[in-house]
């Protein structure tokens, strides 16, 4: 059942949002949504968007109701409304982004939290991840804190179509999250990607090797994040309890990873300091050995 952001809208629009909202939530006796056919939801949809558009500062509670119908529409079971809520979804963003990008961004981030059906969530995430590189700086931070809680949530999921949608969204979000992220909470975001390695879905695998070369690559520490993402990795491959599928996906994880940080910053190549962390490490290890043996 949608529920829509209180408020006092101006009169555009509101009556396409009124007659919309009774169409999704099915409201008894609602005949005026209730038996509406699929070109007059299209038409209502066109009409919530061109009115949203053009609503004044004061008025822009609409956009908020806008966004959250037009999300919820995208999981109708009728195919061309669910093609005519994302065409309008986009259109609506694309016409506010340059006067409305906070609230936008805020009501698409109010999507993902809910963590709705896939087709939803799917619009939600692309939509997301498309203003995300115009983010303001004051809210960086915060949107890189608030956004690894959702991404775990959406990574537990049993649902390869938003997965898959995970893998581009990583791609656009996580280069510009890295950076803001503490290492003890990198680590942990890690350790729930690395739960879906054994599952056995090339899918899943593949989501998880683009992230952690993502995050290896953009994080300020990456030699540091490298070396332990590799260690962990390994001790996942031999396990001697691995699964064929967990060694398939922790190899899959390997090439990623070995590929990405031999041509990372060539000037100050990431495979080389990860090798001179693990030369350190060993000749700490042998001189403590020989002091002790001494």
């Not at 506010?96 to 993902?112: C, G, I, K, P, Y």
Request: glycine fraction near 4%.
């Amino acid at each position: 059942s949608l529920v829509m952001e209180p408020g006092k809208d101006s009169s555009a629009g509101s009556g396409s949002l009124e007659v919309l909202k009774r169409y999704f939530n099915n409201a008894p006796g609602a005949q005026s949504g209730k038996h509406l056919t699929n070109s007059e939801v299209c038409a209502a949809l066109v009409d919530l968007a061109d009115s949203a558009s053009s609503v004044t500062q004061r008025h822009s509670a609409i956009i908020s109701s806008a966004v959250e119908i037009m999300v919820h529409a995208c999981s109708s079971s009728e195919s061309d409304i669910r093609l005519s809520a994302t065409e309008n979804l986009r259109r609506l963003i694309k016409g506010l982004m340059a006067t409305q990008l906070s609230r936008l961004q805020q009501d698409l981030f109010h999507e993902l939290k809910k963590n709705g059906s896939s087709r939803s969530l799917c619009t939600a995430l692309d939509c997301f991840a498309s203003l995300y590189p115009l983010t303001r700086a004051s809210k960086v931070i915060t949107y890189a804190q608030n956004l690894l809680p959702v991404f775990e949530r959406l990574v537990a999921r049993d649902d390869e179509a938003v997965i898959d949608s995970l893998q581009d969204v990583f791609g656009r979000i996580l280069p510009g999250m890295a950076p803001f992220i503490a290492y003890n909470r990198l680590q942990l975001f890690i350790e729930k990607l690395l739960e879906k390695l054994p599952g056995g879905l090339i899918v899943y695998q593949r989501m998880v090797a683009i992230a952690m070369v993502l995050l290896c690559a953009n994080f300020t520490q990456p030699a540091a994040l490298t070396n332990w993402m590799l260690k962990r990795l390994l001790e996942m491959g031999c396990m001697r309890d691995a699964s064929d599928s967990q060694v398939h996906g922790v190899l899959l994880c390997l090439q990623q990873m070995m590929a990405q940080i031999s041509t990372t910053h060539p000037s100050d190549n990431l495979l080389k300091k990860v090798g001179d962390d693990q030369d350190t490490h060993t000749h700490t290890c042998t001189h403590t050995n020989t002091h002790e043996h001494t």
